[in-house]
């Protein structure tokens, strides 16, 4: 399964921006992780095909929201009110073949990365 990513780019504090992630293959969910130099990558938000369910982090409740189309295996993060902090490598990840009891917010549960979209917010 290869996932392909769009949508980073450059925006000032305030503004919005939606990331697109498109995976070749049948999923089982997906989930957005982010990371900036030195620091782990953490989970920013996932949703689970079967029932619609899903889980954001703390900072990005009100702000990022989570959406797809489970028929084109298709995932989005719409993100608004960004802030510098938000700087970051975006990655979709992809939950291919249910090993594992991990919520969405482990890494572990995750089978496929794409290689990742920059995300920069200006001050």
């Known amino acids: 399964v290869q996932l392909v990513e769009s949508g980073g780019g450059l925006v000032q504090a305030g503004d919005s921006l939606r990331l697109s992630c498109a995976a070749s293959g049948r999923t089982n969910g997906m989930g957005w992780f982010r990371q900036v130099p030195g620091k782990e990558r953490e989970f920013v938000a996932g949703?689970?095909?079967?029932?619609?369910?899903?889980d954001s982090a703390d900072f990005a409740k009100g702000r990022f929201t989570i959406s797809g189309v489970q028929e084109k295996n298709t995932v989005y993060l719409t993100m608004s009110g960004l802030k510098p902090e938000d700087t970051a490598v975006y990655y979709c990840?992809?939950?291919?073949?249910?090993?594992?009891?991990?919520?969405?917010?482990?890494?572990?549960?995750?089978?496929?990365w794409g290689q990742g979209t920059l995300v920069t917010v200006s001050s």
């Open positions: 990840a992809a939950d291919v073949y249910v090993t594992g009891s991990f919520w969405m917010r482990d890494t572990r549960r995750y089978d496929y």
């Open positions: 949703i689970l095909w079967s029932g619609g369910i899903t």
